[in-house]
């Protein structure tokens, strides 16, 4: 299997767990941006200080990819940047994504590690 900035995952094939951080789940609305391009909507799955997880449909994602993410996070506006470090293409128009975090402007890092403390998985 070929590892370049191209290569996609396939929903068949296995993720390794290798987060630093636990993830919160969420559902929201989030808008990304690619480098050059304007916003994008996308739907939040999971979340934490150190990424997040999100569907995006009808957009070409690759890995390496740098995007800026905003979403909220409790009553706070996040605006964070990242490099993809997966995706999942499910079938031709929507694609499971992993951002790694570069840089979370102002307090979100602080935000974020506040409520990964706070939460309780079900």
Known sequence: M??????????????????KYPRIPTDQVLTIAPEGRGGLPARGRDLGPGGIQFQVVGCEIALGDVLTVTFQAGDDCIVASGRVVWAIEHDAWSTDVGLEFDRIEGEGLAVLEAMTRAYEPA
């Open 2 to 19: 070929a590892n370049d900035s191209t290569h996609r995952v396939s929903a068949d094939e296995p993720r390794r767990e290798r987060r």
